[in-house]
């Protein structure tokens, strides 16, 4: 059995090429596994498309599974795109690398963020889809629960997914949350329309948060993303008037300038009172002055650096966890590829076994026909030394089998051992 994975992920890609490559919709996964099987109707496939990754795993016996090439002309001609706009980023890994391939993926060892728990997920969704579209077989098969148990190890054995490591998830889960008991009371304005903002905003959501106001130069942004999250929006000049109802800012504006100035909040508190406000800049440059968080001792306010400083810390904690997610990993696919090899060069044995076995048999009732005064005992001594004989006679073979079998399927010994001993499958 040979396995091969042509891959497209975030490590090698630019987005523009995965956002070309990627199979967008159900349908258009369900019409990719159609054409895959009509063009390689022997393989099993199983295909994970992310935003982060595309990737086809292909199986099949002996040496006959789509090439790198094959697959990549197949990218090339139900996406319409040439095959030199993507080649060079279209990765391949074959038998006992793409098994540690898959591993690492499914263990979130391979995500932009280490040990993210949505992967395993896309790892299971992608597996029951070929499913869905009769595609798996039994590599496949074997292949994607295991992988599915080595995250499981992984996710229970090493700290990898401990530690907030984005922006966002630093941002409401250890600084707001240190500030607030509870969201569902507080109300979040958003300034600005920005991809941080809208992350941040699906945590705060998560947490409970039910008061959203979005207040954007762009109405049609921010109606947008008030609709995605059940927010209201307020135009620009009305912003002040937003900001002394708000006690939780999220600004992300790409303003050049900052548009909450010291002058500016002060005024706001004078009207407001101390109450706590929990306020993120997410602008780069910054949208809220520094002076802001010394106006008074209610006033948290965080910044990109003061964020991105936790992340690194979190990043080096997990980092430290690598190591053993390996070690795990490295463990898993050596047993897998035993196990494989052992799969494939399983019937073989036994087979060989069986027809000396036979044999043995037939050349021991001949010869206690001829010799018919020998005692039980007789017989079992001769029994036992003609079997002792068979199996010295057959390790040699077996035993260079089993070694050959360590670093990969031994088709051509396989073949060797059939024709020698006339092995018919």
Known sequence: MNLQVVFCNYHTAPVAVREKLAFSSPDHLQE??????????????????????VEVYAAHEGDRHPSHEQLAHFF???????????FDDLLAEEGEDAVRHLFRVASSVDSMVLGESQIVNQVKDAYRIAQENNACGILTNTLFQRAIKVSGRVRTETKLSEGRVS????????????????????????????????ETLRYLKEEGARKIIVVNRSTERAEMLAMSWGGEVYPWDQLDECLKRADIVVSTTGATQPIL?????????RATGDKQVFLLDLGAPRDISTAVGDIDDNIFLYNIDDLEATCDLNRKQRSREVQKANAIIEEETSLFMQELHHRATGPVVQRLRSQWHEIREEELRRLFNKLS???????????????RVINKLLHPPLETLREESHSGTPEGLVTALKKLFHIHD
């Open 167 to 198: 922006v966002a998830s630093v941002a409401v889960g250890d600084f707001a949350k240190g500030i607030f008991e509870r969201f569902d009371d507080k109300t979040v304005l958003v300034i600005g329309a920005g991809e941080m903002a809208e």
């Open 261 to 269: 100035t010291e002058d500016r909040f002060r005024t706001i508190r």
């Open 76 to 86: 090339s001609e139900f996406h319409n795109i040439p095959v030199s706009d993507f």
């Open 373 to 387: 005064h020998l005692t039980e005992e007789d017989r079992e001594q001769i029994e036992n030394s003609v079997g």
């Open 32 to 53: 990719a596994y159609q054409e895959l099987q009509q063009t390689f109707p022997e393989s099993e496939l199983v295909v994970l498309s992310t935003c982060n990754r």
